[in-house]
C-alpha cells in the first residue's frame, strides 16, 4: 500500500520546472498529463497558448 505521496511530488517537481500537470477524464480512463517547457521561459506567469508552443509530449502513460 502507498503513502499518497506520488502526485504531490510529481506536481512539486512539475512546477518547479514551470510545467503543467492536469488531469484528463474525458477517455474511459483518467490520466494525468505533464507538460514541461522546452527552453526556460523567462517568466512564470505564462498562457496556455505561449505554453502550448513551447512544450512537447515526452511520453504517454495510460
Given at each position: 500500500s502507498g503513502t499518497g505521496l506520488g502526485l504531490s511530488i510529481a506536481r512539486s517537481i512539475v512546477y518547479a520546472h514551470h510545467g503543467t500537470l492536469t488531469l484528463d477524464t474525458s477517455s474511459p480512463?483518467?490520466?494525468?498529463?505533464?507538460?514541461?517547457?522546452?527552453?526556460?521561459?523567462?517568466?512564470?506567469?505564462?498562457?496556455k497558448a505561449?505554453?502550448?508552443?513551447?512544450?512537447?509530449?515526452?511520453?504517454?502513460?495510460?
Open positions: 480512463h483518467t490520466r494525468f498529463v505533464i507538460q514541461l517547457p522546452k527552453h526556460h521561459l523567462k517568466s512564470a506567469q505564462t498562457s505561449a505554453l502550448d508552443s513551447e512544450t512537447s509530449t515526452l511520453f504517454h502513460l495510460q
